[in-house]
């Protein structure tokens, strides 16, 4: 970036990682922050159209995309910008590798967000909506008339743990009716049929920077363990 564009572009940091940045009132984030696998993975999962490219053909030698990434990495960056008009045919390769990845990862975020909106939308939904027998037509309408997605949009947050925080919070705080008892604008014992003592209550309110982090490993755990997660 040149000094008027550095001007106008805000980031946000943790540590040395870019969280989101702002630039001219676009705000970009990092999707590593929700989707945590390679994007060869979630290709997979998402059963994406357009997946990643892994493999390039150049000058009759198939490349990996790894291969095709670093190809002449003693090259400085504008010295690989040369290759452009130097190497228009590699160029060309690498120019279709990054707009396959751009594509597929567009299509992921999509489904991912049509996909979340529908589940947080049965918090709290009304029962009526339920009776729906269509179960796109239900959906669509759960999703149009739930305030926890309107609150708990994907795009007002940079990580996964700060929107699980925030579903959190709003899930509870609009699950009054019926009970007499609240905590902090949210009630204690809409969450006691899943959390029965007050100590897991208050643990899981105390959201720490970048959420908690759970053993994801399979298994059987006589200790309780908590532990950061430095990425999450």
């Known amino acids: 970036m040149n000094e008027d564009e550095l001007i106008n572009t805000k980031l946000q940091l943790r540590g040395t990682a870019i ?3 702002n630039f001219n009132n676009s705000i970009f984030y990092d999707s590593y922050c929700f989707l945590s696998k390679s994007l060869d993975s979630l290709c997979k999962g998402f059963k994406i159209n357009k997946c990643k490219l892994k493999e390039f053909n150049y000058k009759g030698k198939i490349l990996s995309n790894y291969e095709l990434c670093f190809y002449k990495p003693d090259l400085n960056f504008y010295e690989f910008l040369e290759l452009e008009h130097k190497e228009p045919e590699y160029w060309g390769l690498y120019v279709k590798y990054c707009l396959y990845d751009c594509i597929a990862l567009g299509e992921i975020w999509m489904k991912f ?12 939904c009304n029962p009526k909506y339920l009776k729906i027998e269509d179960i796109d037509e239900r959906n669509k309408i ?3 008339n739930s ?3 309107k609150k708990c949009r994907i795009e007002k947050s940079s990580t996964i743990s700060g929107l699980s925080k925030k579903i959190f919070l709003e899930s509870n705080k609009y699950y009054k009716k019926g009970f007499k008892e609240y905590t902090n604008n949210f009630s204690l014992e809409s969450i006691y049929k899943f959390i029965d003592t007050e100590e897991k209550y208050k643990f899981l309110c105390n959201f720490k920077i970048g959420g908690i982090s759970h053993c994801n490993q399979p298994g059987i755990y006589n200790i309780n363990s908590c532990s950061f997660d430095i990425r999450s």
């Open 147 to 149: 305030m926890i997605v």
């Open 113 to 124: 967000k049509t996909q979340f909106n529908i589940m947080i939308s049965y918090i709290n």
């Open 19 to 21: 969280l989101s940045l």
């Open 142 to 144: 759960l999703v149009e």
